[in-house]
């Protein structure tokens, strides 16, 4: 590879626009968006779109599917999502490239972390700047330099940016299903590290909820005729993570235990919540035989178990196809002077669902920053060209055939 004349065009527009990159990146985040946060993601999604139809391209909103949930005291409702944006540029392309994104962050509408501020260090602080708004404005920067590109037109792309990735995908997994199945190659914009290096393989991660219903009675007067749903609750817990350090690179983490109320009630009711990470199928059927097990029968008598969840990702290992597309990232990333490494990570995103669906993908290609998921969740300005231009090379080099898309696909089904 070389970084030819029109490649340094498409280098330079990225170059030109620093100042927007990165203002628009700060007018997003200001906007909280929280995954529940109704008002707040539509408000984003509402800037999104303003941008998106810039690009030369069909833009639009696509309704996403409802999902369950299980409340703190044991009902199951019907949780509604905002809408996906989808950006579509010539679906009739040989070679077709996925890019996706979420709009949606960790932080609720009553959040204290709601502004951008600058460190003296000149790192930007807030919320989602790295996790991942800046990460869509590197996107949407390297679709508007590579719309410059004289040899675009044998590529098309989708942009999906969903509103849910932050909670599992449950709205928008079928969407990404879809667009991973038909796709030649994905590119993801969750953070890189601050360094700049990538996450490799990734583990799977399934969520649990488990609802342990009792029977109400008085702590003092009748204690004998209640069933302690807390108490069997706590039973199960102990048994979930007992399964730690049994599978090799399997974790269980409880995170929750609710339910109960007056001191002087015995507990009808209680939900467990937990998580499993899996390293690959295997462990993946390993553990979800064990969370069955478990609750397959009450620890004492009078309680009745209603699991729910799964596997929300599958597990993303280093395969031929993931190797080959890291190797010419690396490649191209080495034209522009960076040093691209990755390493594994237990964490999850959409680059799961992609991979599962047939589509090889780079999934950490969003600025350099840290601290996601707190407070202090950063991004250093000077990555947001960066980063953008090395996705639009990427672009170019798909374009020109010298990053082969169609070989990535197929070495990827060989595979699936």
Not at 331 to 351: D, F, M, N, T, Y
Not at 367 to 391: K, N
Request: proline content about 5%; glycine content about 10%; hydrophobic content about 45%.
């Amino acid at each position: 590879m070389r970084i030819l004349n029109a490649d340094q065009a498409v280098l330079d527009h990225v170059a030109g626009r620093r100042d927007a990159i990165i203002g628009r990146t700060i007018d997003w985040a200001n906007i909280n968006s929280g995954s529940r946060n109704a008002a707040g993601l539509n408000a984003v999604l509402d800037a999104l779109e303003t941008e998106a139809r810039l690009l030369p391209a069909t833009v639009e909103r696509i309704p996403t599917q409802g999902s369950t949930t299980v409340a703190d005291d044991g009902s199951v409702r019907t949780e509604a999502h905002a809408d996906a944006l989808k950006i579509t540029a010539r679906p009739e392309a040989p070679i077709q490239v996925v890019l996706t994104g979420h709009y949606d962050t960790v932080f609720p509408a009553d959040s204290r972390f709601q502004t951008v501020t600058t460190r003296p260090d000149g790192a930007l602080n807030g919320p989602g700047v790295a996790d991942m708004k800046g990460g869509i404005s590197v996107l949407l920067a390297a679709l508007e330099a590579f719309e410059t590109h004289p040899d675009r037109h044998g590529v098309g792309w989708t942009v999906l940016l969903s509103p849910d990735e932050e909670i599992g995908s449950p709205a928008s997994a079928p969407l990404l299903a879809e667009l991973g199945a038909r796709g030649h190659v994905g590119l993801t914009y969750e953070p890189a590290l601050a360094d700049g290096t990538l996450a490799g393989a990734r583990k799977g991660s399934g969520n649990y909820h488990l609802i342990v219903t009792g029977k109400a009675a008085h702590a003092g007067r009748a204690f004998d005729e209640g069933r302690n749903a807390v108490a069997g609750a706590a039973m199960i817990a102990a048994a979930l993570h007992g399964l730690n350090g049994r599978h090799e690179g399997v974790t269980v983490n409880v995170a929750k235990i609710s339910g109960g109320g007056a001191l002087n009630v015995v507990a009808d009711n209680a939900v467990v919540r937990f998580n499993v990470r899996v390293p690959d199928k295997a462990a993946a059927d390993w553990i979800d035989a064990s969370v069955r097990a478990i609750v397959s029968a009450p620890p004492f008598e009078g309680l009745t178990l209603d699991l729910h969840g799964g596997f929300t990702r599958a597990p993303k290992p280093m395969d031929a196809a993931q190797t080959a597309l890291f190797e010419a990232v690396k490649e191209a990333g080495a034209l522009l002077g960076q040093s691209i490494a990755w390493k594994p990570s237990g964490g999850v995103c959409e680059g799961n669902n992609l991979h599962a669906a047939g589509l090889p993908n780079i999934d950490t290609l969003g600025v350099r920053g840290g601290d996601i998921h707190s407070d202090q969740e950063f991004a250093w300005p000077d990555s947001f060209v960066e980063r953008a231009q090395l996705s639009a090379l990427i672009l170019c080099k798909i374009a020109s055939g010298e990053i082969d898309a169609a070989k990535l696909k197929a070495l990827r089904m060989e595979t699936l």
